[in-house]
């Protein structure tokens, strides 16, 4: 009986050896791949990578892989595939599977040391090399390697003490040979940044920071500077874009969040102002500007660009002077700004104070040449300038250059009446006050037409014979619309005011 179920438990353990083995056979049909399509997979890896197509090729590396997990080569020619895309971190695990599988396997050994010497793992690349020249004594590569790494090393510990004794200039100059031997090292380009940083450069120190945050995995510390450099510099923006991206790797950082919520206050205030002003809504976007100035008034790039922005809004509501104030507050900030030179000429148009506005645009002129609106504006106001010095319509009514027609109309009725031929006795009086008379219904004509205004505001007196086609010079003024009803008589009339 025993020797029975000895023979009944045996016949069971064959049938599940069996059953094991047919399952294995049908797993492996179903989950591997067979090696006549392993094959296809590194052959269109192979040629799809000649052709630079390398998202394809990957994908086949990819598949290869999958179907043959023991096969060295296939991890070393994906390695391959992903330093080409220049992804040398997702190489190295790739490299370090096909050494494990083949220790002997120097090329991928090689390769592993240049990756981790470009990364300033000085001390992991030279246990590549080593193990490299223990197989094969006469490498050159792996001997260049190795003197490379000695040197590096050096200027690592020269950098390292030129920054321990604040001599920035110095830690800068060797840190420039660090990079280039390890330009994937993110300790390198970090400290160049803080140097950059204390020697007030901050663009530079950008320049280095920003592949620092793609060479660790979690470099919030690196975002978070970056952000704080951008927002200095006025860059809002891309401070907001780089604070959310340190968010992205860790949404309760504090730091990170306490930032987030300053920049994105002040941007929003900013984006605001300059939607306001598309939609000539300048007193609106003075408040806005005013609430900039309020939120961060540390920071002196933003305190300037609302005084810049405040100043361009006031001309744009005409307030001349209130606009000379702000505009000479804001140019005595920042003397070579040539958008403050030019509010501010503009402002002095206003004011008919022509000579300045000549000026300012000179002085904005000196600092960009070939700015074709500076050489339009400064072409203007010396017209302008030239022309108050012959006739200023403005200045015969008495009004300022943002009259509107009603009280151009109501200047002109009040002029008009006291100076009409008719209220002098002597006949030099008379003559005085006919030339009078004339220049003030000149003025007027001028001033209430849109189109002559327009010119005359450009710098152009459409009343003079020397602007008429034609040419001609005639030197005398003549009466609006070619009648003068002073000519003879005893100017004896009633004068009806328009």
């Not at 390292?160 to 994937?184: F, K, N």
């Not at 300038?385 to 006739?391: A, C, F």
Request: net charge negative.
């Amino acid at each position: 009986m025993e020797s029975g179920r000895r023979r009944g438990m045996s016949s069971v353990m064959s049938s599940l050896s069996l059953l094991c083995v047919l399952l294995d056979l049908q797993l492996d049909g179903v989950l591997g791949a067979t090696p006549v399509e392993i094959e296809h997979h590194l052959e269109m890896g192979r040629k799809l990578l000649a052709a630079g197509q390398l998202a394809e090729a990957l994908s086949h590396y990819h598949s290869a892989v999958e179907g043959d997990s023991k096969n060295y080569l296939t991890y070393y020619k994906r390695a391959a595939v992903f330093l080409a895309m220049g992804k040398s971190k997702s190489a190295l695990p790739d490299l370090t599977q096909a050494i494990q599988l083949k220790p002997d396997f120097l090329a991928a050994r090689l390769q592993r040391g240049n990756i981790l010497l470009k990364q300033g793992s000085t001390q992991e690349a030279r246990e590549d090399f080593q193990a490299v020249l223990k197989r094969s004594p006469d490498n050159e590569e792996a001997h260049d390697q190795l003197h490379k790494i000695d040197e590096l090393e050096l200027l690592q510990e020269e950098a390292q003490e030129a920054h321990h004794r604040g001599d920035y200039v110095t830690t800068v100059q060797v840190l420039e040979r660090v990079i280039e031997v390890s330009p994937w090292d993110p300790e390198s380009r970090e400290l160049r940044a803080e140097c950059y940083i204390r020697l007030g450069e901050p663009r530079k120190a950008i320049m280095d920071l920003t592949p620092a945050t793609r060479l660790r995995a979690d470099n919030r510390a690196a975002y978070l500077k970056l952000s704080q450099l951008h927002y200095s510099l006025g860059d809002h923006h891309d401070s907001l874009n780089q604070v959310r991206e340190c968010l992205k790797l860790d949404q309760d950082d504090k730091e990170c969040f306490a930032h987030y919520k300053q920049v994105k206050k002040l941007s929003k205030h900013l984006d605001s102002a300059e939607e306001l002003i598309s939609e000539q809504r300048y007193q609106e976007a003075i408040e806005k500007y005013e609430s900039v100035m309020s939120t961060e008034p540390k920071v002196q790039f933003y305190s300037n660009k609302a005084r810049e922005r405040i100043c361009f809004c006031l001309v744009k509501m005409k307030s001349g002077e209130e606009a000379v104030d702000i505009c000479s507050e804001a140019h005595q900030r920042e003397p070579q700004n040539i958008h403050i030179l030019r509010d501010r000429a503009e402002a002095y148009i206003l004011l008919q104070e022509y000579e300045k506005a000549v000026e300012d645009y000179q002085e904005a002129r000196e600092f960009d040449q070939d700015n074709q609106e500076l050489r339009e504006g400064l072409d203007r106001a010396q017209k302008l300038l030239k022309l108050s010095r012959k006739r200023d319509y403005y200045k015969i009514l008495g009004v300022s250059r943002s009259a509107n027609k009603q009280e151009i109309i109501k200047a002109y009725r009040k002029l008009a009446q006291q100076w009409h031929p008719d209220n002098f006795q002597s006949e030099a009086e008379k003559k005085e006050a006919e030339k009078k008379f004339i220049d003030i219904a000149s003025a007027k004509e001028v001033l209430t037409d849109p189109e002559m205004r327009q010119k005359f505001d450009s710098g152009e007196d459409p009343l003079d014979p020397e602007n008429q086609q034609g040419g001609g010079g005639g030197g005398g003024r003549e009466w609006p619309f070619g009648f003068n009803p002073f000519e003879g008589g005893n100017y004896h009339f009633k004068f009806h005011y328009n």
